[in-house]
């Protein structure tokens, strides 16, 4: 028997919950050392170029997965959405590739965590989803969690600090463009175009401020393309393997692994109100995924009774 179908039966035998558990927080230290790599690349060259690397070698390492899963589910009838989705996409990875070159990691991964704070907001008031008082009052708690980080009134506050927020803000818009998408498309799709445009749309800003990279700066930007991609594709399994409250706690791993990373490599000490601040925006967050899993089960029951009842 070989290592990989030795290590492929034990870790079958775990149950789904702790896989997926295993998988998110797996994803969240792979994106930890892709905020270091980011910043490795960005003291040699401009952050919009990084940007076009990632999606180069993202798409390059992607290509012989979107081979095996063949071309059957790519057919759609929202190209232009999918193209806006990659467009806000890039935008979002520019401001976000931009803060962590100009910020500190731990500082700009914490004010990050906003993305489902703004993608509630977003459901409700775009989408025209139902969010409760709860919701509210969750979401409206986070964002007092970045008031703690950023502290206005008690510290000088750079104009440097709103881009990871912009960046989330961004991401958000991204989510619900997912959410319309994935109730017609097949994930595969999604993927697919998502890859297919960012490559040449990134390319056109970065030849603007175009360097050649070094072989260092070359191999971390590669090293950058292959930790995104594996990371989402563990995203994406632990959230089949597990309900979305049982998993998203662990993607919050991000600011000790990033916080970590930044220490090691960088000589950055986040502060203590970075931490007590990201606390407060990753429990609304959590809270929010887990009112969200509780809404979409009773949905569920209440719709399988409406079935029952018609037969």
Known sequence: MSIRTAFAERFGAISAPVRGAIMMTGAAFGFSLMAGLIRFASESLEPLQVVFFRNFFALLFMLPWLTSAGVSGLRTQHFGLHLLRAVVGLVSMGLWFTSIALLPLAQAVSLNFTVPLFTTAGAALVLGEVVRARRWTATVIGFLGVLVIVR???????????????????????????????RT??????????????????????????????????????????????????????????????????????????????????????????????GIIAAAAIYIAHREAQVARSDAAAGAAREESMR
Do not use: C
């Open 152 to 182: 206005p009134g008690m510290q000088e506050v750079s104009p440097v600090t709103m881009l990871p927020i912009l960046a989330a803000l961004t991401m958000a818009a991204a989510v619900m463009m997912v959410k319309t998408l994935s």
């Open 185 to 278: 498309e097949d994930a595969n799709a999604m993927v697919f175009y998502m890859n297919f445009f960012l490559a040449p749309l990134s390319l056109i800003p970065a030849l603007f401020v175009w360097r050649w990279p070094d072989w260092q700066t070359l191999v971390a930007m590669a090293g950058v393309g292959l930790i995104a991609v594996l990371s989402h594709i563990l995203v994406a399994r632990s959230f089949k393997l597990a309900d979305a409250s049982a998993i998203v706690p662990f993607q919050y791993a991000r600011l000790p692994f990033t916080a970590l990373v930044g220490f090691l490599f960088f000589a950055e000490i986040p502060d203590v109100w970075t931490f007590v601040g990201a």
